[in-house]
Structure formats: C-alpha cells, structure tokens
C-alpha cells in the first residue's frame, strides 16, 4: 500500500501560481498511475489530473486544462501538480491518490490529508 502527503499549498491572488507536492512511500509507488482530486466546500471531490506511472501520458479535467500540469519523479517517490493562472473557483482541498488510469478513479479509497489552496480575488 501506498501511503500519500500532499503540502504546498496556501493563499495566492487571481493569477498566480502554486506548486503541489506529494510524497510518497511504499516500494511499489513506480507501479502506480497517480492522480489529484479537489473538493471545494459544499461540493464533491473531484478529478483534477491524472499521470501514468512511466510518467509518459497524462490528462486533465477541462476546468485545468493549460494552467495545470502534473509531473512526477519516481525516483523521490514524488508527484506534483503545477498550478499557474489561478482563480477563485480552483479554491478547495487538494488531494493526490493511486487511481486506475483509464478511469481516473482512486483505486484503494484512501485519501491523505490534503492540503488547503485559496485563491482571492
């Protein structure tokens, strides 16, 4: 099993940029596609991105998409989503996970404490 902490987050103006963290451990951490999720308050969790496990192929939710960008470094164990041209509504609680793929779904139901983004305007 993988556990997951995500940090970096913090309070930032319309149009500014941050950079999520998440670390990993757990030996099989290379042989999972990662993920991360946001819930805004009052709101489901939802998909943000998603990275296959070589790190190769990676997709976006279409409120993101061309401001966020997700890496990883498998070798730190690390995951990162890069966060420019922010607004108010990317505030919320962000999340990393193991996810399946193909469904970009969390795959084992577990979700780490996540880390809280606010963006003023």
């Known amino acids: 099993q993988v556990q997951l902490v995500e940090s970096g987050g913090g309070l930032v103006q319309a149009g500014g940029s941050l950079r999520l963290s998440c670390a990993a451990s757990?030996?099989?951490?290379?042989?999972?596609?990662m993920g991360w999720f946001r819930q805004a308050p009052g709101k489901e969790r939802e998909f943000v991105a998603a990275?296959?496990?070589?790190?190769?192929?990676?997709y976006y939710a279409d409120s993101v998409k061309g401001r966020f960008t997700i890496s990883r470094d498998n070798a730190k164990k690390m995951v990162y989503l890069q966060m420019n041209s922010l607004k108010p509504e990317d505030t919320a609680v962000y999340y990393c996970?193991?996810?399946?793929?193909?469904?970009?779904?969390?795959?084992?139901?577990?979700w780490g404490q996540g880390t809280q983004v606010t963006v003023s305007s």
């Open positions: 990275i296959s496990w070589t790190g190769g192929e990676s």
């Open positions: 996970a193991v996810i399946d793929y193909e469904l970009g779904r969390n795959i084992d139901g577990s």
């Open positions: 757990g030996r099989t951490f290379s042989k999972y596609a």
